[in-house]
């Protein structure tokens, strides 16, 4: 009897674990990329607490959430976190370093969050390029409308607006560059998407 309970317990476990778990498929990749220091393939499945390493100046991976979202890393660094609230979806990264293109699927009832050291940047339903580097984060938004903050303030970021932020500023917006906004869609169109 009690094993049989036992058995029951473990089944019901391991179901609850992979209703919650969140598999992350990689779309493409380019170069030396490493998933918690050993090279992944395409056919590598990402999980929740992973750490993506693209290392070098040509090296990218894209991946695509559950929800259909995705994301570019070029000759950068993520860590794929878990959320705190675990019947809420929400994709939560972190970007350590590199340059990084999101595309938040429109209408998903899933959240998206992005941080950096400097910033933390709240998605629904657009296209945005972020570059971490040790002198600040450059967040571009080529579609829709992302809200950025950090400890100094927050503000609405929206499309053909960028900003450079630091951890004891608060926020400030600008127009962003034709350079930047040319080199934003550059990224969207290896990632296969277009900008309207």
Known sequence: M??????SLIATLLFSFTLFAQDIQVVRLGGKVLVNNKPVTKS???????????????TFIQVKFQDQSMVMLKDGEIVIEEPKNLKKPKNIVQ?????????????????????????????RGTKFYVQESEKDTYLCVCEGVVSAQNKM???NVAK?????ALSSQKPVTQTASS?????SYQGFAEMGFKIK
């Open 179 to 183: 350079t930047m906004i040319d080199m």
């Open 2 to 7: 009690n094993y049989l309970k036992t058995i």
């Open 160 to 164: 053909n607006q960028d900003l450079h």
């Open 95 to 123: 970007l350590l370093k590199g340059m990084f293109f999101a595309y938040k699927k429109k209408n998903s009832s899933t959240d998206m969050e992005v941080k950096t050291k400097n910033i933390s940047m709240g998605v």
């Open 44 to 58: 590598s499945i990402l999980q929740y607490g992973d750490v993506i390493k693209a290392l070098g100046a040509k």
């Open 153 to 155: 303030g927050q503000v």
